[in-house]
């Protein structure tokens, strides 16, 4: 069984700044790529941001120059550094990882339960 765990959201007036944490845990062999989408009340599901092994990162244009992506490996643990942040920013982030349980396993996608990150103007 694999878990994400995600935690640092909250409320913040706009131009300040959050840190979210994810944390994989279970049984998990290895992990490739990382990263964390967002989902506004009635908007789909977007990409934010994407890290992979070897620390290769991709971002929405909406938050380049504003958000950094992270990883430790050693951890399993993703983060999400967000600054100036705007009202449209608000929305529940989700992590996801992809990894595989076993050396002989597929990879597969797993997603975190998502937490609230609220931009006030």
């Known amino acids: 069984q694999v878990q994400l765990v995600e935690s640092g959201g909250g409320l913040v007036q706009t131009g300040g700044s959050l840190r979210l944490s994810c944390t994989a845990s279970?049984?998990?062999?290895?992990?490739?790529?990382m990263g964390w989408y967002r989902q506004a009340p009635g908007k789909q599901r977007e990409l934010v941001a994407t890290i992979t092994t070897s620390s290769s990162t991709n971002y929405v244009d909406s938050v380049k120059g504003r958000f950094t992506i992270s990883r430790d490996n050693a951890k399993n643990t993703v983060y999400l550094d967000m600054n100036s942040l705007e009202p449209e920013d608000t929305a529940v982030y989700y992590c996801?990882?992809?990894?595989?349980?076993?050396?002989?396993?597929?990879?597969?996608?797993?997603w975190g339960q998502g937490t609230q990150v609220t931009v006030s103007s």
């Open positions: 279970g049984s998990i062999f290895s992990i490739n790529t």
């Open positions: 996801n990882a992809v990894l595989r349980a076993q050396r002989w396993s597929n990879f597969v996608s797993y």
